[in-house]
């Protein structure tokens, strides 16, 4: 746990909770600390939400509160905008990130550039959800990894955590943030794992990455639902003797650069993971904030390891389509050796 | 609203002909054909949710209790007209001639699965909701523009009246007067959000009048009424009289999809009073003299085996190709998509 770059108030006890609901956590302490929190979605309420992210919370803060709204999403998110700019902090949730292109106005058009263009006069404190990403047999469009439109989008932060006591921490973190924020979710990792996770309010600071594991011959770089396939690949990797360095990054906009940097000149390779297609993905970013700080130190080509460029796939295709630890190994194969 | 907009019915629930003026018009053709439909369209959606459950295919969206809704309105169409479905309206495109095998496919994540047979015109089911609606008056004004008498039918849920894509879609088609039949299914529910959470109006035909289409609301429960009643907007369209908003209102007797459990949301024993549409037609054809028990064994039969062989087919389907995966993205790929399905392919050790 990153202890510096964590503030905790009343955190006495833990309890082991899978992300999916370390989210409800974090949902449930902020509606209870702060009464103008407010979630908006679609099937959110009476049924919980259909991962059960927001499971209970219309019973507890009632329906004005947490919102069963109509099938719209633009309604959702610009009705988020005026609410937000009028003293609430809106929470909406997007059933699958594949289903916000409809809000795609709203958040280009409008959460990008409200405060830019009224000099600081209006924001918009808002945050929107998606549980984003392949991997779990769903049908056509329920798996799209939109991260690298939203980093691309002026004006709003993207959160992505890993793990349940990252997912609870930044999530509130996010709800406080005086700016949008998109969160996504990794719904493979959704019950993947339990982890003891902090009762009450704790934030992790957005922008910082982690350092999940250190090592000397290549920094593997990735976040989400891709951490835990990198992570097998490097277990594989540090049995063949490669000494491995991990970073998951948290946050993708804005990049924690200094810890990318650290690392990369420390290691003098990088390989880079991500399921979005390959094409104006984060990797590209990723690749030039490594060229501008550390292009010295590089013993090697970066590697990227990518969904292709190509419409995420009906499911039957989906395990070709996403990197594959036997994919990540052979690019940190071809790092070490070259 | 609901006054202006009433419910209309051919046959009541116990299946009793309430519309006399119907009487010459319902033959032995037009009985079987829709029984027959109906029959085949349940034991499909019964047998895709066994699959589902057995881990044969994905997650699936049952229609059951809207055969009606289905079967009725796309029997009123011609061969050459286009239909746009949602997830959830394979009733309509398996009656339409859509393949058995290939609906099973989709379902098991196949993109083999949505392509139509030769000469049908059956886009793949819309997944992101009301997005079909546009593409129906548009595939509609393509036929008004080529001068056929063409019609492109958009299916969509109550749901979907809330999305942008509705209403743009019903303002295009009155603005150009496309011949397109807008056929909404009010089954009540989006997932676990009932239309009265909605929508504040009473009814969805009303939405029709602001764009001045006109609109009219059935008992989607009712084969008849709704075969009737879309044969009339099909007519209509072929005149040149532009498109028609249908509101049948039925009932999803199911889950939402076989990931859903509706009991977290709906008040117990809601709809239990709902006669289903397959149910409802056997008492009107045993009312009226139509029901021919050898027949309805023989079809039985037939059909049991057809789902079966479907199944079967779908099993013994050849593996996917990851090939597919970088072939069929542009008519000529670019050369860096070339690239990255050689480095793949080579990763597979397939080159
Ligand atoms: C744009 C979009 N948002 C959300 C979803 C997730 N979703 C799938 S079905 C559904 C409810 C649809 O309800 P309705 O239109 O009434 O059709 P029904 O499922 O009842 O047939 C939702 C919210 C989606 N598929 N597309």
């Known amino acids: 746990m990153d202890v510096k770059t964590e503030t905790k108030t009343q955190v006495n006890t833990t309890q082991k909770l899978t992300m999916v609901q370390a989210v409800n956590d974090a949902l449930k302490t902020m509606l209870e600390s702060d009464k103008t929190t407010m979630l908006l979605g679609e099937d959110i309420g009476k049924n919980g939400g259909v991962f059960r992210a927001t499971e209970g919370l219309q019973e507890q803060f009632g329906e004005d509160r947490v919102v069963d709204t109509p099938l719209s999403e633009s309604g959702i998110v610009g009705t988020s905008v005026g609410l937000a700019v009028n003293g609430f902090k809106p929470v909406a949730e997007m059933q699958f990130m594949g289903f916000i292109y409809p809000a795609f106005d709203q958040l280009m058009t409008h959460v990008s550039r409200i405060r830019a263009k009224t000099m600081g006069h209006y924001s918009v404190p808002l945050v929107v959800r998606a549980p984003y990403g392949a991997g779990i047999r769903a049908p056509e469009i329920h798996s799209d990894s939109a991260e690298a439109i939203f980093t691309h989008m002026p004006g709003i932060k993207v959160v992505c955590p890993s793990t349940p006591y990252d997912a609870k921490g930044l999530l509130i973190a996010s709800i406080e943030d005086p700016d949008p924020v998109i969160f996504m979710e990794p719904m493979r990792s959704y019950r993947a794992q339990r982890e003891e996770v902090p009762e009450g309010k704790y934030t992790l600071e957005i922008g910082k990455g982690k350092r999940v594991q250190e090592g000397t011959d290549v920094t593997v770089i990735a976040w989400g639902a891709m951490l835990p396939v990198a992570q097998q690949a490097v277990k594989q990797a540090e049995q063949q003797g490669m000494s491995c360095e991990v970073l998951d990054l948290k946050t993708l906009y804005p990049l924690d650069r200094d810890l990318i940097a650290e690392s990369v000149q420390k290691t003098g390779r990088a390989v880079i993971v991500h399921e979005a297609q390959s094409t104006g993905g984060l990797g590209q970013d990723i690749m030039s904030v490594i060229h501008d700080t550390s292009f010295l130190y590089l013993r090697a080509p970066i590697e990227r390891v990518t969904g292709f460029d190509v419409p995420v796939p009906f499911f039957a295709l989906e395990d070709h389509h996403l990197p594959t630890p036997k994919r990540v190994l052979a690019s940190i194969e071809k790092a070490v050796h070259f | ?351």
């Open chain 2, 1 to 351: 609203m609901e006054k202006q907009f009433p419910i209309k019915k051919i046959i009541d629930d116990q299946g009793n002909l309430i519309d006399s003026q119907y009487e010459g018009e319902i033959d032995q053709e037009l009985v079987q054909q829709l029984y027959y439909h109906m029959l085949r369209i349940r034991l499909f959606d019964r047998k895709a949710i066994s699959l589902q459950r057995q881990g044969r295919i994905g997650t699936y969206p049952p229609f059951e209790g809207q055969e009606a809704s289905q079967v009725g309105s796309v029997l009123a169409l011609g061969n050459d007209d286009w239909v746009f479905p949602t997830y959830r309206d394979h009733g309509a495109t398996l009656t339409f001639g859509a393949d058995m095998m290939r609906t099973f496919l989709y379902w098991n994540g196949r993109s083999e699965g949505v392509i139509p047979p030769e000469g049908k015109n059956i886009f793949p089911a819309a997944v992101p909701i009301a997005t079909q609606i546009p593409h129906a008056v548009g595939t509609a004004w393509a036929e008004k523009r080529k001068d056929t008498s063409n019609v492109a039918i958009a299916y969509f849920g109550d749901g979907a009246t809330s999305e942008g894509d509705f209403h743009e879609g019903l303002n295009f088609a009155s603005v150009f007067q496309t011949p397109t039949i807008l056929f909404n299914q009010n089954n009540q529910y989006a997932i676990s959000v009932p239309v009265e959470k909605q929508m504040h109006s009473e009814t969805i035909a009303q939405k029709g009048l602001a764009y001045d289409i006109p609109s009219v609301r059935i008992d989607g429960n009712d084969c008849f009424a709704v075969y009737f009643e879309t044969k009339k907007a099909v007519e209509r369209a072929r005149n040149g009289e532009g498109p028609t908003l249908i509101e049948a209102v039925t009932w999803r007797t199911g889950a939402h999809t076989t990931a859903d459990d509706p009991t977290k949301y709906r008040p117990d024993g809601q709809g239990e009073n709902v006669i289903n549409p397959v149910e409802r037609l056997e008492h009107y054809m045993k009312h009226h003299d139509f029901w021919d028990e050898a027949w309805v064994t023989k079809i039985e039969n037939e059909l049991t085996n057809e789902v079966e062989a479907a199944v079967e087919a779908m099993e013994q389907y050849p593996k996917p190709n990851p090939e597919d995966l970088f072939d069929h993205v542009f008519q000529n790929n670019p050369k860096q998509l070339e690239e990255q399905k050689h480095a793949y392919l080579e990763h597979l050790g397939r080159v």
